[in-house]
C-alpha cells in the first residue's frame, strides 16, 4: 500500500480495514461510487503487480475466494 496514493490508501483501507461498502465511501468522502470502484480497482491492480515482482503469485480465484468468505463471516 506503500506505493498507492493516498487517497488510494484511504479508499482501500476505509474498504478492507474498515468494511465500509462503496456507498459508504462515496458519502463519507463526498465522491462517487464510480470512482471509489475505479480506486479501488487501481490499489488491487498495484498490489497484484508488487506481490507478482516479489514472486508470489495469487490467483485471481483465490482473490474471489478470500472476498467471498469476508462476505459470508462478516
Known amino acids: 500500500m506503500n506505493r498507492c496514493p493516498s487517497n488510494e490508501k484511504k479508499i482501500y483501507r ?3 480495514d474498515k468494511g465500509y461498502k462503496p456507498a459508504e465511501i462515496a458519502s463519507l468522502l463526498q465522491i462517487s461510487q464510480p470512482t471509489v470502484y475505479n ?3 487501481s490499489a488491487l491492480k498495484q498490489i497484484r503487480e508488487y506481490l507478482a515482482e516479489a514472486g508470489y503469485a495469487i490467483p485471481l480465484s483465490v482473490l474471489v475466494c478470500i472476498k467471498l468468505f469476508k ?3 462478516g
Open 14 to 16: 476505509l474498504s478492507r
Open 71 to 73: 462476505k459470508t463471516a
Open 39 to 41: 480506486t479501488l480497482t
